[in-house]
């Protein structure tokens, strides 16, 4: 629905995706609080030692690199084909955008959203009546000054951009997680660890504690699973007796080169980076290569339960079912969305994916068109009107409204934010970002 300026805009995340849209829309002069619970991009330092797939040219956008300019004409961007971590994202691009003029008094941080609800209406009323857009939403959060005290503030539109890391998906059975003893929950970590020395020293020496030296069963079969994989040869290296089990629900996949693994390597993959690490993953698990890991291709982890001598023992069911022991359990198996903040809204999810349904039927559809490519660069929905949900003014960006999908890029939340401000705006051709600075090649 159309919303003029300068009505009230409360955004949940301050993620990469809700700084953006906040950005987007104080220049275009609406009223905007940008909650976040932690600290600004919280989720992108969880994973900061990692190097991304894209270039920052790919993970900025020409409004933001303005922003940042006007307000530090002296900065000095990196390439726009620079690979960068997620630190370095944080550090060049991120954190100096939360500070622009535009977004610093705007930026709520250590405050929780606990429920997004409508004045005076329930779940139940007027359902599917446009009416709803007459009433404003309530945003209550805890108060960061007293956590034992709610508050409410009321806002024209509300979107939610709050996105999924904190939210891991389980290894077990069907999805849920796999029957262990409390005492050894311990043992199972959904992070991808820290080995290297360009991160905190304290979450390095406790991940080096933790896994070095001992026998670790993987469990995943995608990207985040991949980037561990390669990182245990460093461990490897510095902790001998270090072993790694993998374990994925698919069978070992053949790529176009005919070399079979873990990851299937996209065909002519436009990400050089990807298709490394899937590259590197796969060989990984081949004999040869000195520090292997063992690949167990169709399995699923059934049950956990400690030896007598303080270790695990995993029951697996597959193609060949078997049970082994290791010491410890990382599962990177993907991540899903919060949907309690929303659930007194009328919102109609996706029964697969928990997505927003006009979104996700867009993506299943564009999923068809291309195959089985599984490129992530290749997937596009139909435009601004599959951002619509049916609860009106109400809007879910970024990664969570790929619900649990694992191909959500940082440039498919630019064109979200662009075409949910041409719904917002009633402008069929708005596009701030035609008209900003691109970064230097």
């Not at 797939?53 to 000095?76: K, Q, Y």
């Not at 990182?231 to 902790?239: G, S, T």
């Not at 690949?295 to 193609?319: F, K, N, P, Q, Y």
Request: proline fraction near 5%; charged fraction near 25%.
């Amino acid at each position: 629905m159309a919303v003029d300026t300068p009505a009230s805009i409360a955004i949940i995340g301050a993620g990469p995706i809700g700084l953006e849209t906040a950005l987007y829309a104080r220049f275009l002069g609406y009223d905007v609080t940008l909650f976040e619970q932690g600290e600004i991009c919280s989720g992108v330092r969880s994973w900061g030692h990692v190097k991304m797939f894209t270039p920052l040219g790919m993970n900025s956008s020409p409004l933001g690199l303005a922003a940042i300019e006007a307000h530090d004409e002296n900065i000095v961007f990196p390439a726009a084909d620079a690979i960068l971590t997620g630190q370095e994202w944080y550090e060049k691009y991120l954190l100096p955008l939360s500070q622009t003029d535009l977004l610093v008094d705007n930026i709520r941080i250590g405050t929780k959203v606990v429920a997004i609800t409508k004045e005076n209406l329930l779940k139940g009323e007027l359902v599917g009546d446009e009416e709803r857009g007459d009433w404003s939403f309530e945003v209550t959060y805890l108060d960061p000054q007293n956590e034992l005290r709610l508050r409410t503030e009321q806002f024209d539109v509300v979107i939610d951009a709050s996105g999924v890391l904190a939210q891991p998906r389980e290894c077990g059975l069907g999805g849920v997680r796999p029957p262990l003893p409390l005492a050894e929950e311990k043992f199972l970590r959904t992070e991808i660890p820290v080995f290297s020395d360009n991160h905190g020293s304290g979450e390095r020496a406790s991940s080096l504690e933790f896994y070095g030296g001992k026998t670790t069963l993987l469990v995943g079969g995608g990207y985040s699973a991949a980037t561990a994989a390669v990182m245990w040869k460093e461990l490897a290296d510095q902790f001998p007796g270090t072993k790694l089990i993998w374990s994925t629900r698919r069978a070992r996949q053949t790529s176009a080169d005919g070399i079979s693994g873990p990851i299937k390597r996209i065909e002519n993959d436009a990400l050089p980076t990807r298709d490394a690490l899937a590259r590197e993953a796969n060989s990984l698990t081949m004999p040869g290569n000195g520090f292997r890991i063992e690949h167990l291709s169709e399995t699923m982890v059934e049950r956990i339960e400690s030896t007598a001598d303080g270790r695990l023992e995993v029951t697996l069911r597959g193609e060949k079912p078997s049970k082994i022991t290791v010491d410890r359990i990382l599962s990177l198996c993907g991540y899903r969305p919060d949907l309690d903040l929303f659930r007194e809204l009328q919102v109609h999810l996706c029964y697969a994916t928990e997505g927003p349904m006009r979104l996700a039927a867009s993506l299943m559809k564009s999923d068809k068109s291309q195959g089985s490519s599984a490129d992530c660069l290749k997937t596009s929905s139909g435009g601004p009107e599959d951002l619509l949900t049916t609860e009106p003014n109400f809007y879910i960006l970024g990664a969570k409204s790929y619900g649990r999908r694992s191909d959500f890029l940082f440039q498919s939340g630019l064109m979200q934010i662009r075409d949910l401000f041409r719904i917002i705006g009633d402008r069929d051709t708005l596009d701030l970002y035609q008209s900003a600075r691109p970064l230097p090649k």
